[in-house]
């Protein structure tokens, strides 16, 4: 029967309640999907397999909780938008109550969550844990604070900067939480290069202080040079970053121009040999955790489909399948949404000889099969030859659609783009110029009424032609904006500069046509959009120290500077509002826009300080700002953002970066299938991407091959008649997707790899399976 054999080491459910159970077929059914649903989306969460908790665990996965979920996290984190100091103040009553409600959000998530875990699991969870404390310990700063300011007194608000807990420890964050694994796997190796480097500074540091800290030289500003340890070190840790070179080297070299060897030596050991070697720790240690994830999540998704395979598997003969009417309601389970042909097309895979049931090797394939994007064509023709077939099939028709197909023809419009290139750089006030642009956006929309023409309209304006919409697009927004700023112009009125910009900009675009022309280019762009996704993760890394750094900033240098409009005439306005910043270079050099007024100007202020270029004219002694108006001690929370930003995080961004453009790109040139995709190609309805770019699958594809062949081949072709299918672009797909694939196929079919235990408890140093194509790539 179904389910009784069942894999152990999962958490087993409670006797049951007394209230009438769901038929055991359905809870069966149900508890496999889940188990599906965890493998095809990675997840690892140990959840109870009683009816009620598999049912609890569906809604906690459902799109709409999640979405939910997210939607309170942002409002949680806007909030800094409107709290004091506020770009757009709110009393602090409507703030709270918005918080309160995050909160009871956060809070019913997680009992969710409790509901559908073992209590032991749940408590023992870092996250969980860490979500209660963080509620409890804002409700308390939330009342302490009210508290205060109902009796004017002024408080501050700590917990804020405890808000990116939520987006962190939340399940659905679970690759953010990847990305601070790698900082915390990275740590340990990076420490002991970056003491390394702080000792090389120091010893340089005592060695500029015995060169130059006797010889009465003098800053710019008439300063004394080099005679402090301390603003040795922390001006040498600048230079590290360029930003004050050569400035800071300027006095030594003007003394003796022998001196700029110390400089240089400086530079060349601390700037590009310490700095090359944390790229190089980070990438190291980057590439082996990584190895080691993506391990766990191979043998972790074979697991789970082992498991829901168990739970249906019935005996047929000598060995154990699922049947083909439960193999479907499974599917229609994990995908609702999947389409009848689709769904048929994934069964006749996976029950390649039409025997009535699913065997286990490709039972195991069907969380691969539903996370492959397979886009279903329905050939028709082309709506001018059914209005009128005797024009559209005539010789002249024949031959413009000929001319238009053929190669030559986009050749001549990529010479048509470069000549246009040349015209935009030449002078628009030239009436040749002028009346030579009208001319290419003709010919422009001449080449696509010719597409339209030749192509059927739905194929070439289909949802993943994405440079035929963009080339559309693109043009009739520069003839809109061109016969527009004419009209205009032709009044004699006035002379609309912000349409003349439009127009300039979209002729600028239109050269991004090239990019569609060049193989090669496609290539590029296609691997950037590939690794784009994951790069998102990125983003919510940078975003969450950002948030920390710019709460904490706003809480200790709020109000400290301030920022007046160019056309103020108050005294205040030399010195950005504050005295202590007085014949400043903070002050002369305008940087009173750089303050932490609010949270935008905070964000803005640490991109400027992870780009590092004039960073130390925001902070230092020598420039004053922010150390002159609140305390040295200021330059740590700087020197703290420079170090966790630009010499971590950033250095394991341009990890990511490298090993994902690296897969990436090796894949798009090899053209890497998986063996599922293989075999939808086998059946012979499968497309490939390139034979649809332009429309080109109506002229490569007879209605004749559509359907599927077998003994029953008739029926199902009568079923899918006039559809094809195609497997979406692989830069749809996310590096680590790809990465796993290549993984997973080097795990054979009968292979039920180690145990839950071992599977969690993988480490870097684990070399199982030893895989050559994997270790080269990752």
């Excluded at 108050?570 to 609010?598: E, I, T, W």
């Amino acid at each position: 029967m179904p389910g009784a054999h069942r894999a152990a080491g999962l958490y087993r459910p409670h006797p049951s309640s007394p209230e009438e159970p769901p038929a055991p077929e359905d809870q069966d059914l149900l508890l496999a999907a889940a188990y599906v649903s965890d493998a095809q989306y990675n997840r690892n969460v140990p959840f109870e397999t009683s009816p009620q908790a598999v049912r609890l665990y569906h809604f906690y996965n459902h799109w709409t909780t999640r979405a939910a979920t997210y939607f309170f996290i942002w409002v949680d984190l806007a909030l800094a938008l409107f709290e004091e100091p506020a770009l757009f103040p709110l009393p602090f009553l409507a703030t709270s109550i918005a918080e309160v409600l995050c909160l009871t959000a956060f809070s019913g998530r997680l009992v969710h969550f409790a509901k559908v875990t073992p209590q032991m699991v749940f408590w023992k969870d870092t996250k969980n844990i860490c979500i209660v404390v963080t509620i409890v310990l804002t409700l308390i700063d939330l009342i302490t604070y009210g508290s205060l300011e109902a009796v004017n007194i002024h408080g501050v608000r700590w917990s804020r900067a405890l808000r990116p807990v939520f987006l962190i420890n939340f399940p659905e964050s679970r690759q953010i939480r990847r990305a601070f694994r790698s900082i915390r796997n990275t740590l340990p190796d990076i420490l002991y290069v970056f003491l390394l480097f702080i000792f090389s500074m120091l010893i340089f540091s005592l060695m500029a202080l015995k060169l130059f800290g006797d010889r009465g030289l003098k800053t710019v500003e008439g300063l004394p040079y080099f005679t402090n340890i301390l603003d040795i070190a922390f001006e040498l840790y600048v230079l590290v970053t360029t930003a004050n070179s050569p400035d800071i080297m300027m006095p030594a070299y003007e003394f003796n121009w022998w001196y700029s060897l110390y400089f240089i030596t400086y530079i060349i050991i601390n700037t590009y040999i310490f700095m090359s070697v944390f790229l190089a720790v980070v990438y190291n240690n980057y590439r082996k955790h990584l190895k080691n994830e993506i391990r766990t999540l191979a043998y972790l998704k074979r697991h789970k489909m082992i498991e829901a395979f168990n739970i249906l598997k019935v005996k047929v003969g000598t060995e154990f399948v699922v049947k083909e009417a439960q193999w479907r309601q499974l599917a229609k389970i994990v995908a609702p949404d999947i389409s009848s042909s689709h769904l048929e097309l994934l069964l006749r895979i996976s029950d390649e000889g039409q025997r009535g049931y699913v065997d286990k090797m490709n039972f195991l394939r069907l969380a691969d099969l539903l996370n492959i994007q397979v886009v279903t064509i329905n050939i028709k023709r082309h709506p001018l030859e059914a209005w009128m077939p005797r024009v559209y099939q005539s010789s002249p028709s024949l031959l413009v659609q000929k001319m238009v197909r053929h190669r030559i023809f986009v050749w001549v419009y990529d010479v048509i783009i470069l000549i246009n290139a040349i015209f935009i750089a030449l002078d628009e006030k030239n009436p040749l110029i002028s009346y030579a642009e009208w001319l290419f956006l003709s010919l422009y929309i001449i080449e696509i009424l010719l597409k339209l023409y030749t192509y059927e309209p739905r194929a070439y304006f289909g949802r993943k032609q994405f440079w035929n919409w963009f080339d559309t697009l693109i043009i009739v927004a520069a003839l809109v904006a061109t016969v527009t700023n004419t009209t205009i112009q032709s009044g004699q009125k006035y002379n609309s500069q912000q349409i003349l910009d439009i127009v300039l900009i979209l002729r600028i675009l239109r050269l991004l046509r090239i990019i569609v022309s060049i193989q090669r280019f496609r290539v590029i762009v296609t691997t950037l959009i590939n690794i784009g996704p994951t790069m998102l993760t990125f983003g919510g890394l940078v975003l969450v120290v950002y948030y920390v750094f710019a709460i904490i900033g706003m809480e200790v240098f709020h109000g400290k500077v301030h920022f007046f409009d160019p056309s103020s005439t108050s005294p205040d306005a030399l010195v950005c509002g504050n005295p202590a910043l007085k014949d400043s270079a903070f002050a002369r050099g305008r940087y009173c826009r750089n303050n932490f007024n609010d949270l935008a100007a905070s964000l803005i202020l640490l991109t400027e300080l992870t780009v590092v270029n004039q960073w130390h004219d925001i902070l230092s002694e020598e420039a004053d700002g922010f150390a002159l108006v609140t305390h040295q001690a200021a330059k740590l929370y700087f020197i703290g953002f420079h170090v966790v930003v630009v010499i971590l995080i950033v250095n394991i961004f341009i990890a990511f970066i490298l090993e994902a453009f690296f897969v990436a790109y090796s894949l798009e040139k090899s053209e890497v299938e998986t063996a599922i995709e293989k075999k939808i190609q086998e059946l012979g309805v499968g497309v490939q991407e390139e034979e649809v770019q332009d429309g080109k699958l109506i002229d490569n594809v007879d209605a004749k091959d559509s359907g599927f062949s077998g003994d029953d081949g008739d029926n199902k072709r009568k079923a899918l008649k006039g559809l094809y299918f195609r497997i979406a672009s692989k830069k749809y797909k996310t590096v680590d997707a790809l990465l796993q694939q290549m993984f997973e196929s080097e795990i054979a079919p009968e292979d039920e790899g180690p145990s839950l235990e071992e599977i969690l408890n993988f480490s870097p140093s684990d070399i199982h399976p030893k895989n050559p194509s994997f270790e080269n790539s990752a």
